[in-house]
Nanobody, 123 residues
Framework: QVQVVESGGGLVQAGGSLRLSCTVS????????MAWFRQGPGKERERVSC???????TYADSVKGRFTISRDNSKNTVFLQMNSLKPDETAMYYC?????????????????WGQGTQVTVSS
């Protein structure tokens, strides 16, 4: 049974930083592509960042230069370092897992999701 557990969300002031973590169990972690998605109030879900098994990454244009995704295969964990946070980035942040190396799969093609971790950025 695959489990995906996020942590690290919280309340931060605009301009602040948070580091999200996502730990996965029940699969061969280093064979999977990992991504962070977010969904804010009244907004559609969007892909924030993605990291492939070999370590290459993608970022949404809105977060380039401020967010960094990384993975520690020895700990089955992916991280999202978020700097210079903005109030409109208040959202539930979700970790998702898919097999292979395609970061651009549609939502239904990511078979494993965590429960989400709330990030609130105050102005």
């Amino acid at each position: 049974q695959v489990q995906v557990v996020e942590s690290g969300g919280g309340l931060v002031q605009a301009g602040g930083s948070l580091r999200l973590s996502c730990t996965v169990s029940g699969l061969t972690f280093d064979a999977y592509t990992m991504a962070w998605f977010r969904q804010g109030p009244g907004k559609e879900r969007e892909r924030v960042s993605c990291i492939r098994p070999a370590g290459s990454t993608t970022y949404a244009d809105s977060v380039k230069g401020r967010f960094t995704i990384s993975r520690d295969n020895s700990k089955n964990t992916v991280f999202l370092q978020m700097n210079s946070l903005k109030p409109d980035e208040t959202a539930m942040y979700y970790c998702a897992v898919t097999y292979g190396a395609n970061c651009y799969r549609a939502g239904p093609d990511w078979p494993y999701w965590g429960q989400g971790t709330q990030v609130t950025v105050s102005s």
